[in-house]
T-cell receptor, first 115, second 116 residues
Framework: AQSVTQLGSHVSVSEGALVLLRCNYS??????LFWYVQYPNQGLQLLLK??????LVKGINGFEAEFKKSETSFHLTKPSAHMSDAAEYFC?????????????FGQGTTLQVKP | DSGVTQTPKHLITATGQRVTLRCSPR?????VYWYQQSLDQGLQFLIQ???????AKGNILERFSAQQFPDLHSELNLSSLELGDSALYFC???????????????FGPGTRLLVL
């Protein structure tokens, strides 16, 4: 069965430091992969998605992620954290049947940014 | 603002009761998805409707049901509520929903359900 694992439920960085949020997936077919962000008391917002084009995907707010098939990973990075990046981040994989829009989410990683 | 609206924002009810959550998708979107976010289960896919028809089913309990109406809004009905049903219920929409998840899903702000 498909699954997504996000390593680290909480990540804390200083403002200006590198952000690295880890995501590993399992899928029997080439997946579509997504990162969503959830700010307090809001719904999820798409940061970026991998759809089998370029393996390095750039998203909004300076985030990017690299698809590494050999490592089954899709880690999210940002060179310099900003206070406004504090939120919960979810990695997701698309349903491998390819016939639905179903997404399978990881457990989420809460990013704390310290001044 | 994603363009997806959900009502109500908060709902407090008692065990054994029944509630209805409502979702209006973005204009032009044909697919509606329902997700449940809880502390112990995380964010889980419940069900997808495409243009009025059920398209995919996830870990949705038999006590839960959903439908999508001709105007494309959707309702999620939760019955015989239990304490463990307390969660944040999200609705999302996308243009089609048949492209293997290729399309962006736009999420509403959610309905927070508390079962006492």
């Amino acid at each position: 069965a498909q699954s997504v694992t996000q390593l680290g439920s909480h990540v804390s960085v200083s403002e200006g430091a590198l952000v690295l949020l880890r995501c590993n997936y399992s899928s029997s077919v080439p997946p579509y992969l997504f990162w969503y962000v959830q700010y307090p008391n809001q719904g999820l917002q798409l940061l970026l998605k991998y759809t089998s084009a370029a393996t390095l995907v750039k998203g909004i707010n300076g985030f990017e992620a690299e698809f590494k098939k050999s490592e089954t990973s899709f880690h999210l990075t940002k060179p310099s954290a900003h206070m406004s990046d504090a939120a919960e981040y979810f990695c997701a994989v698309s349903d491998e049947s390819g016939n639905t829009g179903k997404l399978i989410f990881g457990q989420g990683t809460t990013l704390q940014v310290k001044p | 603002d994603s363009g997806v609206t959900q009502t109500p924002k908060h709902l407090i009810t008692a065990t054994g009761q029944r509630v209805t959550l409502r979702c209006s998708p973005r204009s032009g979107d044909l697919s509606v998805y329902w997700y449940q976010q809880s502390l112990d289960q995380g964010l889980q896919f419940l069900i997808q409707y495409y243009n009025g028809e059920e398209r995919a089913k996830g870990n949705i309990l038999e006590r839960f049901s959903a439908q999508q109406f001709p105007d494309l809004h959707s309702e999620l009905n939760l019955s015989s509520l239990e304490l463990g049903d307390s969660a944040l219920y999200f609705c999302a929409s996308s243009v089609g929903g048949l492209a293997g998840g290729l399309e962006t899903q736009y999420f509403g702000p959610g309905t927070r359900l508390l079962v006492l």
